[in-house]
């Protein structure tokens, strides 16, 4: 059985950064897990004592350092973080800033804000916290906005992860009932690229093997694109592979939610080859 990986997969620009940041600041503290994969985050423990804490209560005298993760915090947070005199490393990715910015800058404008994602994902909740006002709704679909009454002025940015086919609804539905409106693509490239590159692979394998963390969704995604095209397993290392998935399999894809370092997908595949 021939294996063959995604053109593109695993960390990101935003991820790599973040693990680097963290291993140039041995002994720091990270506010939340530092990315969705308990495997890296163990690493990143073991050797580089990089611990995480849950809530900024949780952060007393003993820590001098805490970083930030890609996700970003609220406004609120920061500040809080800021007053207790530590040393803050900001491993925000710098495409989570941009709408956090934008956000900032159309709500001073007087824009009402439109976030199309998930409200309770760490990633809006800071992207909301930066508006200057109360009129930020944030919307999964269509069917959301209905209910909304919206100002004429309408500003809107999408969550980085999420798909540009669902953004293409949402912006389409404002544009066709409102004066003015102005689309921000903060979709995050590496989140796309990722897709299309399994996209591609899932239609030509027979089985495509998805590497991450089960409670990543950019990880979910890639396994939902795959599994509607052939079969699919969404795992988190290699003790979960099954020497009967691969029977009678002639091409076995391979991919990687943003947050799988290199040397998990490495010994996935060298598990595959041992299975098969
Ligand atoms: S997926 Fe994109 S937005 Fe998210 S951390 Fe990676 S580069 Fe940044």
Redesign the pocket.
């Known amino acids: 059985m021939e294996i063959k990986k995604a053109k593109s997969y695993g960390f990101?620009?935003?991820?790599k950064r973040a693990v680097e940041l963290a291993q140039d600041s041995k002994n720091a503290v990270t506010l939340g897990p530092l990315i969705h994969n308990p495997l890296e985050i163990n690493r990143l423990l073991k050797e580089y004592n990089v611990k995480y804490v849950n809530s900024i209560d949780e952060i007393d005298e003993r820590i001098k350092r805490v970083i930030v993760r890609?996700h970003g915090i609220s406004k609120e947070r920061y500040k809080k973080l800021l007053d207790k005199n530590i040393e803050v490393i900001d491993a925000t990715?710098p495409?989570?800033k941009k709408p956090q910015e934008i956000v900032e800058e159309m709500s001073k404008q007087g824009y009402d804000i439109v976030i199309f994602g998930d409200k309770n994902h760490p990633e809006i909740q800071g992207v909301m916290s930066y508006s200057i006002h109360k009129r930020v709704f944030v919307v999964l679909d269509v069917e959301e906005l209905k209910n909304i009454h919206l100002k004429e002025k309408i500003a809107i940015v999408a969550q980085?992860?999420r798909k540009i086919e669902d953004y293409l609804k949402i912006t389409d539905y404002l544009i066709k009932r409102y004066k003015e409106v102005r689309v921000f693509n903060t979709i995050?490239n590496?989140?796309f690229e990722n897709q299309e590159a399994v996209r591609e692979l899932s239609r030509e394998a027979d089985i495509v093997i998805i590497v991450g963390g089960k409670n990543s969704s950019?990880t979910k995604q890639l396994f939902n694109i795959a599994k509607a095209n052939c079969e699919a397993y969404l795992i988190e290392s290699e003790d979960e592979l099954k020497k009967e998935w691969f029977l009678n399999k002639n091409l076995c894809g391979i991919s990687a939610g943003?947050s799988t370092p290199e040397w998990l997908v490495e010994k996935i595949i060298s598990k595959i080859k041992e299975l098969t």
């Open positions: 990101c620009f935003g991820v890609t990715c495409f989570v980085t992860t995050c590496a989140t950019n943003a």
